[in-house]
């Protein structure tokens, strides 16, 4: 829950301040039903007093600097807290002068943002994005994130990772082996029913009957995996099934639509990455390799053998196949929505963000020597630059741009954002 608070001079009483602000603080609740109205405050002392007892009570905070002479209370809360601030400065009383003061000793080491304006719609706007953006911390922090068998050899950056870091997301570690064992106690039956459902959404198949079948069955196995261990996401050391003959591709797909974030080949930073963009936006978003870039274009080319089957733009066009590396199980070919996207990737250990925004220009191109999802995107930010600022091979994609989002999600987080934009 995200509460409002007032803050004001000592100067006036609760009541004159009420008689001020009501029709700045009536409009804001309004306009925003997620908030939780936590009163007025002129005394630091009384604000500590009432924030410490309410601590566990708010999620984040939203403080409506009324007048100046609230530098103190400002302080109090936020240390007390310790949890994602908005302060609101308008342009009456003194709001700004108070406002940039505190704002000047708290922003080093506070998860806090300044916003100055008079306009109430746009200050909506930019609470509903708050609000938004801490719902997905407190998410992401919430979540138990399974790692079924360790990162593949290859993903140097999520090597030997065993936790995420500063953020309080549980890793759950998970045998690879429970896959195929889960795999073995699905019955035809059961992975039938998938595998019928799979024939009416796609009108191309070309994969075995056995080979849709047994992708059936990893995709419930892996039900059975999230239920166990009672997982929010999760990702596969999926190279690692190969010996029985099948992949994870068509699971991880449809993992995804069901709202549980699942990534590729243990990649752990990767998988991360794709929780944000996917609670931030209540919509599933793909895991993709860079592929190639055009310098004289400014394009990059992006492929993956499995992308959730909702963000797929005409299903009539998509085609099940096989995985791109061995030819085996069922992966999934098709055509994406042309237009705006975000590309972004969490790095280091987990203290970084690079991002970029560009447009899909071209898709479903069927090149053979790539994985089986394909887009071509024109990038706003210079393909030199975000290749010269690379964190790690996989990247995310969500449509629209969520930039904005991203970047309040790193600043309340520790988390230094880098945008490629030129």
Known sequence: MTGLLVVHSALETVLEAEKRAHKNVDQIMSKNNLLAFAGYFND???????FTSELNKYSSLVIFVSSGGTEEIIDSVINVVNKPVLMWAYPKSNSLAASIEVYAVLKEDNPVKLFYSDNIKELSKEIERFVKVTNTIEKVNSAN????????P???TSRGKKSISHFKTKLVNIDINKIPEYVNQVSDKDGLKVSRNLKKKFNKISVSETDLLNSSKVYLALKTIIKEYNLNSMTIKCFDLLPYNYTACMGVSMCNDDEIVTGCEG???TTFTMMIGSYITDKPCWMANPSSIDRKSNL????HCTVPIKMLSDLSESELVSHMESDLSTAIQGPMKRGEVTIFRVGGNFEKMLCTTGRIIETDMKEKALCRTQVVVALDGNVDSWLDHAVGNHQVIVYGD???ELKDFCRYTNIQFNMIND
């Open 44 to 50: 630091a002392k009384t604000a500590e007093k009432h």
């Open 145 to 152: 994130l399974g790692m079924i068998g360790e990162a593949s």
């Open 154 to 156: 290859w993903l140097l």
């Open 267 to 269: 990649d752990l930073l």
């Open 300 to 303: 990059l080319v992006l492929a």
């Open 402 to 404: 969520i930039t904005d």
